[in-house]
């Protein structure tokens, strides 16, 4: 079991409300994930984070915003919600990993319980 | 374009039967795929992972081949259990940054039947 947590596990709110899902980890990994994922559907990246003062945006337009002030915890912000917003919200962190062959790296992600976030 | 794609979309199958799933893409330069479980409403849980040179990887009754030449990779469950009722994840990872860019596919949705 990966020492990754998420809170809250699932949370109702309403349009225009400003929410934060926290994301916490006690491995000690630089790298840091959020995913976004609708049933059935695959993962999306939305944001990463190298290690601390380190965020970028991942692959799918997403509006929210990250932090990381501390290797251990990576929050995730949407200031102003809206029902396009509901979905589950994965929190991944990695380890370098074992192995480096020709390029290729063994690098295992773990990932927290998610958050199910409903906007109504 | 890198893609990943995964079938059967679901499969149901009886307790202590054998099942295999697929994984086909199309993700270049590789790097490596992984196989993931993810139970309903958690988080995926890294089953293997293999590089090119690795044909075969095996984790319990887990047991994933790959065949980088056909960009091809199969994950065979053998004697299912109920426990087993999980959505399976193909991920395959590049080799063109040192993110290692993950690509998904949906998943395979496997119920097992008492």
């Known amino acids: 079991e990966a020492d990754i947590y998420q809170t809250p596990r699932y949370l109702v709110i309403g349009t225009g409300k400003k929410i934060t899902l926290e994301c916490s980890q006690t491995m000690g990994h630089d790298k840091m994930y959020w995913y976004q994922q609708d049933p059935g559907m695959e993962l999306h990246l939305i944001h990463y984070?190298?290690?601390?003062?380190?965020?970028e945006k991942g692959d799918l337009s997403s509006e929210s915003t990250v932090s990381r002030i501390r290797t251990e915890h990576f929050p995730l912000t949407l200031e102003s919600a809206r029902p396009s917003h509901t979905s589950q919200y994965l929190c991944?962190?990695?380890?370098?990993?074992?192995?480096?062959?020709?390029?290729?790296?063994?690098?295992?992600?773990?990932f927290g319980p998610g958050t199910r976030l409903l906007v109504l | 374009k890198n893609q990943v794609e995964q079938s059967p979309q679901s499969l149901i199958i009886l307790e202590g039967k054998n099942c295999t799933l697929q994984c086909n893409y199309t993700v270049s330069p590789f790097s490596n795929l992984r196989w993931y479980k993810q139970d309903t409403g958690r988080g995926p849980v890294s089953l293997t992972i293999?590089?090119?040179?690795?044909n075969t990887k095996s984790n319990g009754r887990y047991t994933a081949t790959l065949d980088a030449d056909t960009k091809q990779s199969s994950l065979h469950i053998t004697a299912s259990q109920l426990s087993d009722s999980a959505s399976y994840i193909c991920v395959v990872s590049d080799r063109g940054s040192t993110l290692g860019r993950l690509y998904f596919g949906r998943g395979t949705q496997l119920t097992v039947w008492p």
């Open positions: 991944a962190s990695s380890d370098p990993g074992q192995g480096k062959l020709a390029g290729a790296r063994k690098e295992t992600q773990y």
């Open positions: 293999m590089t090119f040179s690795e």
């Open positions: 984070s190298y290690g601390v003062n380190s965020t």
